[in-house]
């Protein structure tokens, strides 16, 4: 049964793709500055929080612009994948209402334009590596497997959302609400060590958490993951899919009459 | 080999009064009882298409057609009964789904082609062939937005019939656009034909149907009236038989009648003494069933109701038949067909029977009267009535001329020969 929708979103990836590219080509087309919007977000945001951070609160952690950069990034990539995921079948109604194909397609191919905007942020990111003149190692082998994870979770949360939302228009505002309290539940702007041992445990609960700490830590800190975080990672991306999946293709058959 | 299989198919539609779409309303609305009605969009419907044959599914609006349609091509799920369709099918519902206004008519091209289920490579060879059918290369680049909604169709039209359908699900959507493009779009459809394409057909235009499909369905109010010989489905759907069809034809001529009594009191179009009067006029098709629909070159006899208050001796009976425009076809009288009648009392009827409706297409109107001998009036109905002609040929225009081809070439005569050929009149 899966494996069959699997072969079948194979079949797909030419369209996946097609709808992907279109939407990131779109999204800048008739700005000035084109792409440079995409980065100019990400610098703008890590400006005003790298000014109040470090000045106002006296953070000190080694590589703080960098620290907070790469929780931007990946903050960024998983609120943008799940809002837009979230409108992708209700911002498609023609195409829910006249053709069929799997429509997750949808979803996964807006999820993969969220990956490539925030690919393109991270080029400013590897600037800033180089000239921070951080040192690399062999354990910056492990970031594409966290973010893998990452963004299946997004992937997982993107499909119960979109499937959602076709019934609940009041599920967007809610789903804002829970990624403004987020950001700030999620060690972004601190490490979680301000935390005592009992509280850091909770924190930890939140698979974002784990996967911006082993960022950190294999990205720009050249130390391995934990074994436990990539365990966690690994089971909760596969939870939040399964989830987000079976929401999914419950209210799927239903889409074309309530759009 | 079966290529469409579809088993008690049932759906329902649930229509809400008041629709919930937050989650407030739906909390909120836990304790009340739900409230909401069920439509029976389609009841029951059996059918199977084979392979390389073409289906063609015709009913009133709102008799389920498009549900029908779409449920077939996976985007509606039954209610209940299966569907089974064993080979891959391309919709055409709407022309140009997922068009983007900001991007260029290549790039259009490409992501519409891809929904249409083509490959990449495919898709690149025949780009520029897409293009130029669609008569667009100087606007290869150009943003969609800044064409026009004709060039649009076009090319949408010109991608969609590059894909290589198995089965070709055909909406009426594509009826729409000028003659030219309907031709198009026919001639397209006969040559997937050809090629032993599987083709559900949905339309109004039962030209067309009659033209392309071996079977037909007819729907009414979403149950299946009967599946078979498409001329047989016609002209049970153009005359009706059985109860359900012939009670809205009736409907429909009380409220001609209703209306043209309106008509009659502002424009004076009803004259004459009224010594015999004409109560009602009717027209009844080739199964004696009173209806205002008729196939082109089917038979059909009016039937003229009157009450002639007091006897009355040799009256006149005629009729007069007018475009929709008004021009004056036909008329002819009982004199004129040497039907005298020598005196009238009472009730009765009589009849003009037409052996062969020669009108190929559109509405005509009526003029009835009754008067003397020497023209004066007794009753007269100026255009009071009228019926439908729906075109079975191909042929245009307002009427038929009976006529035939006859291609005279002289054996000798080779350039002649060779001219005929290359128009592709007929050999020899």
């Known amino acids: 049964m899966i494996f069959r929708h699997l072969k079948e979103l194979y079949d797909y990836r030419n369209l996946i793709w097609q709808l992907a590219w279109s939407e990131f080509k779109l999204r800048y087309k008739n700005s000035i500055l084109g792409y440079f919007w995409s980065l100019l977000e990400p610098l703008l945001m890590l400006l005003v929080l790298y000014t109040v951070f470090s000045n106002l609160m006296k953070i000190k952690v080694e590589y703080y612009q960098l620290f907070l950069f790469i929780g931007i990034i990946l903050w960024g990539f998983l609120s943008r994948a799940t809002t837009s995921g979230m409108f992708s079948i209700v911002g498609k109604p023609g195409m829910v209402k006249k053709i069929y194909f799997p429509r997750d397609i949808f979803i996964i191919s807006s999820c993969i334009t969220a990956l490539l905007m925030s690919i393109f942020e991270s080029l ?130 239903r889409f074309a009459e309530e759009i | 080999m079966t290529a469409i299989q579809v088993e008690h198919l049932h759906k329902t539609f649930r229509i809400p ?204 109010k979403g149950e299946q009236v009967i599946l078979g010989n498409t001329v047989e489905v016609i002209d049970r759907y153009v005359y009706g038989s059985g109860n359900e069809v012939p009670n809205s034809f009736e409907k429909q001529n009380e409220s001609e009648i209703v209306e043209t009594e309106v008509k009659s009191e502002d424009k004076n179009s009803m004259c004459g003494d009224k010594n015999i009067e004409i109560t009602n006029v009717e027209f009844y098709d080739k199964f004696d069933n009173k209806g205002a629909r008729f196939n082109s ?72 009267a009754v008067h003397t001998h020497d023209q004066k009036p007794y009753d007269w109905h100026d255009k009071q009535y009228s019926f439908d002609v729906i075109p079975t040929c191909r042929e245009v225009g307002l009427f038929e001329i009976p006529c035939s081809w006859k291609i005279c070439v002289q054996p000798s005569d080779f350039m002649n020969r060779f001219e005929i050929n290359k128009n592709g009149l007929n050999e020899k």
Not at chain 1, 161 to 181: E, N
Not at chain 1, 221 to 243: G, H, T
Not at chain 2, 190 to 216: E, M
Not at chain 2, 357 to 368: A, D, Q, S
């Open chain 1, 124 to 253: 400013v990111f590897v600037m800033f590596m180089i000239y921070f003149r951080v040192p690399i190692s062999i354990n910056l082998a492990f970031a594409p497997l966290i973010l893998l994870f990452l963004f299946i979770i997004s992937l997982g949360l993107s499909l119960a959302l979109s499937a959602l939302h076709v019934f609940y228009r009041d599920v967007q505002f809610i789903w804002q609400v829970l990624l403004q309290v987020g950001f700030y539940l999620t060690p972004i702007l601190y490490t979680i060590d301000i935390f005592p041992k009992d509280l850091q445990r909770f924190v930890l609960l939140n698979p974002i958490a784990r996967v911006i700490i082993s960022a950190r830590d294999t990205i720009i800190y050249s130390s391995p993951a934990k074994m436990e975080d990539l365990l966690f990672m690994l089971l909760s991306s596969i939870a939040f899919l399964l989830v987000g999946y079976i929401i999914f293709s419950k209210l799927e058959p």
């Open chain 2, 17 to 220: 009064h008041e629709k919930r779409t937050t989650i407030f309303e739906t909390l909120t609305g836990v304790f009340k009882p739900p409230n909401y009605e069920i439509f029976h969009a389609l009841k029951e419907i059996n059918f199977t298409v084979e392979e390389g044959e073409a289906l063609g599914i015709i009913g009133e609006n709102g008799s389920g057609k498009s549900t029908l349609l779409k449920i077939i091509a996976n985007i509606l799920q039954p209610s209940s009964g299966k569907v089974t369709a064993l080979k891959k099918i391309t919709p055409f519902l709407e022309l140009g789904v997922g068009f983007q206004s900001d991007l260029t008519a290549a790039e259009n091209i490409k992501i519409y082609a891809t929904i249409m289920g083509m490959q990449k490579r495919e898709i690149n060879n025949k780009l520029d062939d897409i293009i130029e059918f669609a008569g667009l290369e100087k606007f290869r680049d150009t943003k969609l937005k800044n064409f026009s909604s004709g060039m649009q169709v076009r090319l949408a039209f010109s991608t969609a019939i590059q894909t290589d359908p198995e089965i070709l699900l055909m909406d009426e959507v594509l009826a729409v656009g000028d003659m030219e493009f309907q031709q198009k779009c026919l001639d397209v459809l006969s040559q997937f034909r050809k090629d032993g394409v599987t083709i559900v057909f949905v339309s109004h235009d039962l030209g067309a149907v009659r033209r392309f499909c071996d079977k037909t369905l007819l729907l009414n």
């Open chain 2, 297 to 368: 070159f089917d038979p059909m006899t009016i039937r003229i109701f009157y009450n002639a208050h007091e006897k009355i001796s040799n009256p006149v009976f005629g009729i007069a038949l007018y475009s929709e425009n008004g021009e004056n076809l036909f008329g002819t009288n009982t004199e004129l067909k040497n039907a005298s009648i020598d005196s009238l009392e009472g009730k009765g009827h009589i009849e003009l029977m037409i052996e062969r409706i020669p009108m190929i297409t559109g509405r005509f109107l009526l003029t009835v």
